[in-house]
């Protein structure tokens, strides 16, 4: 049965939006097509239409799933509009965000694996991650832009890398303390 071009580009955006979350969920190479585009409701033979190759996907995805990190971001802010730092911070190092695994940061979950892509998807998250200094930038002091942008790379490493260790750990009162220790931190930096 032949699919209308309107139906095949709601399947491909839907099957982006599918590898997003699995990609966050078991990295790039821990999934393979034909499991993903059953997740997604289509047969793998429905993948060659819609993409050059799983490479192709994993950018794509990797874009979507970057964005909509952006978003949360911009969310989270706009709840609090008078402190947007402590709404970002309040959002970004909750133990909500460190279970949810399959909607949380992509750069905490698929950062080491993208460093290990190609050029594209490491396009993409060097896109993701300059949108998400510019969230920051705007919500913290500073006297030049020189040391907005330092300030905002050491927030963002700091945030990144305390989500990081709080879901390598077993312990929920040490994953806690990384999370406490790091908006303590962030709010001294800005």
Not at 128 to 150: C, F, N, P, W
Not at 152 to 181: Q, W
Request: glycine share 6%.
């Amino acid at each position: 049965m032949r699919v209308s071009r309107e139906q095949a580009n709601r399947n491909r955006e839907h099957v982006i939006d599918v590898a997003s979350r699995l990609f966050r969920e078991h990295g790039f190479d821990g999934i393979g097509l034909k499991d993903l585009m059953k997740s997604a409701g289509l047969t793998q033979g429905a993948f060659y239409k819609q993409f050059a190759s799983k490479e192709d996907l994993v950018a794509q995805a990797s874009r979507r799933a970057l964005g909509g990190s952006t978003e949360q971001w911009i969310e989270a802010t706009e709840k609090n509009p008078d402190n947007p730092l402590d709404a970002a911070i309040a959002f970004y190092l909750s133990e909500d965000h460190q279970e949810a695994r399959m909607d949380g940061c992509p750069i905490v979950a698929l950062g080491a694996d993208a460093a290990r892509q190609s050029p594209d998807v490491k396009a993409s998250f060097e896109a993701g991650v300059k949108a998400h200094l510019d969230v920051l930038g705007q919500m913290i002091s500073a006297a030049s832009e020189a040391e907005r942008e330092e300030k905002s790379i050491a927030i963002l490493s700091l945030m990144v890398g305390a989500l990081t260790l709080a879901r390598v750990v077993n312990d929920p009162e040490m994953a806690k303390s990384f999370l406490d220790a790091a908006a303590k931190k962030v709010r001294e930096i800005a």
